[in-house]
């Protein structure tokens, strides 16, 4: 098949490219710093130039290369996850309106399939584990409703043309090498400088899913019937639980505890909402469908 992945060099993009090549597919990754393009070569995929943000840009490219699927991982996310509130708005403009150029290319040159980049961690699952069934958290305060309402917006729109077959990946917390999550990603470094701390019990249950079987996932929704799945991992665990293990993987103290009413005061709603209220995903369907079997979370190994 040949295929145009969009964010092809970022932590999902390099390890999706070399299964997609392990696979034997024809794969173009669209980039557009210098760098970034060298990398997509070095990984055996064919690398174009290209800045989602310019429409005509991407409609060159797609009519070009005329792919038989698209996926789109574009983002622009900070190194650091403390960084996220002044980054949200580049990020939104880039998935809505540079992927929104994306698909419509993809809509006028005829692209069978489309492969969207959602997520699987703001969802609301009540009081279980979200399904593909349950909605994003659209009214969830601060960033995290903020990001809700994008990936909502995203979803409806990789679903709402008859004419391509819209895939929609809600993945897990991204961990692994080159993510925010890893022993030298930046949340391992707040995390041993004392700049994270558990607020209240820590009720939120996590979905994390490593990059590689990210992209394990994305290369199987490459032939599975079109829709929704929860791409994450199989151990939804508490904040409580993981953060103390994953302070000891990485070999620092077990971070500070707050008190819910301290926090609320001291950092917001939406800090005391991240971690008292996420409730983690469930992947049954991915599984079953796309073949996920996830690796187990290394600092919960111990
Ligand atoms: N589910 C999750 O938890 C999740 C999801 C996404 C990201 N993240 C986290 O966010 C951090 C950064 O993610 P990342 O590594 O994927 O980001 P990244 O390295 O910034 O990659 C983003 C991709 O989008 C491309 N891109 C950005 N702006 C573009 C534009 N205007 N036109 C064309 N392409 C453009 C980049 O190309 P260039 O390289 O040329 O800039 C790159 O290929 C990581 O820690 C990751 O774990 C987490």
Redesign the pocket.
């Known amino acids: 098949m040949k295929i145009l992945v969009?964010?092809?060099?970022?932590?999902?993009?390099r390890p999706l490219i070399t299964r997609l090549r392990g696979a034997g597919h024809d794969v173009w990754?669209?980039?557009?710093?210098?760098?970034?393009?060298v990398?997509i070569e070095q990984l055996g995929a064919s690398s174009v130039k290209?800045?989602?943000?310019?429409r005509e840009s991407v409609f060159a490219v797609v009519e070009r290369i005329r792919p038989d699927v698209v996926i789109d991982?574009?983002?622009?996310?900070?190194?650091s996850?403390f960084d996220l509130p002044t980054r949200l708005p580049a990020d939104r403009r880039?998935r809505l309106e540079?992927g929104g150029h994306l698909f419509e290319a993809a809509r006028m040159y005829q692209v069978r399939r489309y492969i969207q980049?959602s997520?699987?961690?703001y969802l609301d699952g009540g009081t279980g584990l979200a399904t593909e069934a349950s909605s994003l958290r659209i009214n969830a305060p601060g960033t995290i409703g903020e990001s809700s309402r994008m990936y909502a917006a995203l979803e409806k729109r990789v679903s709402g043309v008859p004419s391509i077959e819209g895939v929609g990946l809600r993945?897990?917390?991204?961990?692994?090498p080159?993510?925010?999550?890893w022993s030298d990603?930046?949340f391992s470094r707040h995390l041993a400088r004392g700049e994270v701390s558990l607020i209240g019990s820590g009720r939120s249950r996590f979905s994390?899913?490593h990059?590689d079987d990210?992209a394990q996932a994305t290369v199987a929704a490459l032939t599975a019937p079109a829709g929704l799945y929860n791409v994450v991992d199989s151990q939804p665990t508490r904040m409580s639980e993981w953060l103390s293990a994953y302070a000891d993987w990485i070999g620092c103290d077990a971070p500070p505890h707050i008190d819910e009413a301290e926090a609320f005061h001291r950092m917001g709603e939406e800090s005391l909402y991240y971690q008292n209220s996420l409730t983690g995903a469930c992947n049954r369907k991915a599984v079953q469908v796309l073949g996920l079997s996830p690796r187990r979370l290394p600092w919960l190994e111990k």
Do not use: K, M
């Open positions: 969009a964010g092809a060099s970022g932590a999902l993009g990754g669209l980039a557009h710093r210098p760098e970034s393009l990398a290209g800045n989602a943000l310019d991982q574009l983002t622009s996310l900070p190194a996850p880039l540079g980049q997520c699987g961690f993945y897990g917390f991204f961990y692994g080159g993510t925010w999550y990603g930046a994390f899913i990059v990210a």
